[in-house]
């Protein structure tokens, strides 16, 4: 079965995008990039041009599924209100094409790809490249958004992933026979290199 997911990191000045296609569950990146905002004045024109390049990719690639980083805490009121307005122009889009939502806060998806919710952008972004085996030329001057948004289409392909497993017979039972079956994704701060 093939499933095509379409991951968003939502902002104001650079909305970063990327789509996964999964084919028996194995994930391949389709395309990554950028939209940048900076130069347009106005934060509702700015909304409107995200919503049309939304539109754009889900025209394009016909995704199934939206992974969305949801906002968090802690960064400045008026920054989380602009930055809720971007998500939720990316969510409208999703919903005029049935296409199902799903929400990531960023340190679940940083846990899922890198084993820790503080781990730096650069980080996510070596662990994304080092599981999608992408080159250093597809990474060549993509923008930390552009990876954000691969990281969260990952993080969403790997939680279905592990809701598919637990319907299985083959499920892992502990930790331990996760790390068994999973070792290329655990990050042992104690290996030595």
Known sequence: M????LGIDPGTNVMGYALLKVEERKPSLIVMGVLTLSKIE???LRLRRIHERTMQLINEY???E??????????NPNSLIKLCRAQGVVMAA???RDIPIFEYPPAKVKISIVGNGNAAKEQVAE??????HLTEEMFEGQKLDATDALAIALAHHYATSRQLDSSSKGSAKSWKDFVAHNADRVNDPYKKK
């Open 42 to 44: 106005s934060h509702y």
């Open 94 to 96: 999703a919903v005029e």
């Open 62 to 64: 016909h995704p199934d």
């Open 127 to 132: 662990m994304v490249k080092r599981e999608l």
């Open 2 to 5: 093939e499933k095509i997911i």
């Open 66 to 75: 939206l992974a969305i980083e949801s906002p968090f805490v802690g960064i």
